[in-house]
């Protein structure tokens, strides 16, 4: 019985910790980044790193015909071993990974999503909600959903460019030239190495 889920675990950790979470559940940028600097992606880009997430979420779920093309929200533990896959991050073989600051930017990123029968995930011992980034975004321009550039998924990966770009070589240029050349290898490194 160790082993199984503890309803309603959400609730029940504010009262653990005295109402002081070790961890913060905000969208505020940390207080080092702008939010201009923070990179962006192409479309292409921000549809592979959706479609990466969406299957990760999956490897830990029952998948039925009903919701085997819906939306997932990716939760936490699918994110971590998605970071591990993806080398931690790291800019090189054997080079420091960013497991642990990812994991931090997740938990201060994440939002409360609220699950469907068909989202993927589901209701997990009868809580509707789940801490994650949806994968669902605006196909048409009257949709209520946030378009695929402006997913808060994309945001996050967006800060951990930033991340990353902390282990590229300078290479002498000015101050924007400099900053571009690391997100672009940066971006090189997660696109076309790690996916």
């Avoid at 505020?28 to 299957?55: H, I, R, W, Y």
């Avoid at 909600?129 to 695929?148: D, N, V």
Wanted: negative net charge; proline residues 7%.
């Amino acid at each position: 019985t160790i082993f199984e889920p503890i309803e309603r675990s959400h609730e029940l950790l504010p009262l653990k910790f005295g109402g002081r979470l070790p961890l913060l559940i905000t969208d505020q940028p940390d207080k080092g980044v702008s939010l201009e600097k923070v990179p962006t992606f192409e479309t292409e880009d921000a549809e592979n790193l959706v479609v990466v997430c969406t299957m990760f979420q999956r490897l830990g779920m029952q998948t039925t015909p009903e919701n085997i093309n819906a939306p997932v929200t990716l939760t936490r533990s699918p994110f971590c071993r998605l970071i591990c896959a993806l080398s931690g991050l790291s800019m090189n073989a054997g080079g420091r990974t960013w497991l642990a600051k990812a994991a931090e930017l997740f938990d201060t990123m994440s939002t409360k999503v609220y699950q469907n029968s068909l989202s993927g995930t589901g209701p997990t011992s009868g809580n509707p909600y789940a801490f994650g980034f949806s994968t669902a975004y605006a196909t048409t321009p009257q949709s209520k959903l946030p378009e695929l550039l402006q997913l808060p998924l994309c945001k996050l990966f967006g800060r951990l460019i930033l991340l990353m770009t902390e282990d590229v070589q300078n290479v002498g240029n000015g101050e924007a030239e400099e900053r571009v050349y690391k997100e672009t290898q940066a971006k090189t490194r997660l696109f076309e190495k790690l996916i």
